[in-house]
């Protein structure tokens, strides 16, 4: 079994790599580590230096993942600042926006950095679905009960959610390299 670490503070991300490793023999262990998000536009260069940042406190190969959602309408807002719009004005606040609007289409976007111990290795993944006229289900967590893929929203879904998940194809991109190495 190869046991690898996931650094993040996001419970649901965590248990979500969790599950869907143990479908390809790779065990998640859960860290916790504090540490100032870079800011920037791009999720893949954020989680290049975030990877960087911790690679510098971290003896120990690890991985992690930063994610956003992103409304074609708002022209991908919130996408990097997922996290904080959030925190601030939620999912309420996302479909106050796209009141009376009519494209509906957005994206989950993930980004996987990997630190092997000497360079930094990323993976991407991406489902494309749209925003729910209201919210539905209590399954998952974040932007999850808002957004449809097919016709039931992430949070309607539970486990099966797993099966789409922009972070399962960026999991399975990087447990299949990872497993080849
Ligand atoms: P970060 O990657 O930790 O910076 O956070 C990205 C933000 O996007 C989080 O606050 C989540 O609320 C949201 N997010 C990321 N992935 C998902 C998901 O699978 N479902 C719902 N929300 C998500």
Same mark, same amino acid.
């Given at each position: 079994?190869?046991?690898?670490?996931?650094?993040?503070?996001?419970?649901?991300?965590?248990?979500?790599?969790?599950?869907?490793g143990?479908?390809y023999?790779?065990?998640?262990?859960?860290?916790?580590?504090?540490?100032?998000?870079?800011?920037?536009?791009?999720?893949?260069?954020?989680?290049?230096?975030?990877?960087?940042?911790?690679?510098?406190?971290?003896?120990?190969?690890?991985?992690?993942?930063?994610?956003?959602?992103?409304?074609?309408?708002?022209?991908?807002?919130?996408?990097?600042?997922? +996290?904080?719009?959030?925190?601030?004005?939620?999912?309420?606040?996302?479909?106050?926006?796209?009141?009376?609007?009519?494209?509906?289409?957005?994206?989950?976007m993930?980004?996987?950095?990997?630190?092997?111990?000497?360079?930094?290795?990323?993976?991407?993944?991406?489902?494309?679905?749209?925003?729910?006229?209201?919210?539905?289900?209590?399954?998952?967590?974040?932007?999850?009960?808002?957004?449809?893929?097919?016709?039931?929203?992430?949070?309607e879904?539970?486990?099966?959610?797993?099966?789409?998940?922009?972070?399962?194809?960026?999991?399975?991109?990087?447990?299949?390299?990872? +497993?080849?190495?």
């Amino acid at each position: 079994m190869i046991e690898v670490i996931f650094i993040t503070s996001n419970e649901g991300k965590y248990r979500e790599a969790r599950a869907i490793g143990e479908k390809y023999g790779v065990e998640v262990n859960w860290m916790q580590v504090e540490y100032l998000e870079p800011q920037g536009t791009d999720l893949k260069e954020i989680a290049k230096k975030s990877a960087e940042i911790l690679s510098e406190k971290i003896d120990s190969s690890f991985f992690i993942e930063d994610s956003g959602l992103f409304v074609e309408a708002l022209n991908g807002f919130p996408g990097p600042y997922s +996290s904080y719009v959030f925190k601030t004005i939620g999912n309420s606040g996302i479909l106050k926006l796209m009141e009376g609007v009519e494209n509906r289409n957005a994206y989950f976007m993930a980004v996987i950095a990997y630190w092997d111990g000497n360079k930094v290795w990323t993976f991407e993944g991406r489902v494309d679905g749209k925003i729910a006229k209201s919210a539905r289900g209590d399954a998952g967590f974040g932007y999850d009960p808002i957004f449809e893929y097919e016709d039931k929203t992430f949070a309607e879904m539970g486990d099966e959610k797993n099966e789409y998940s922009h972070r399962r194809k960026a999991l399975e991109k990087f447990f299949g390299w990872l +497993s080849k190495r």
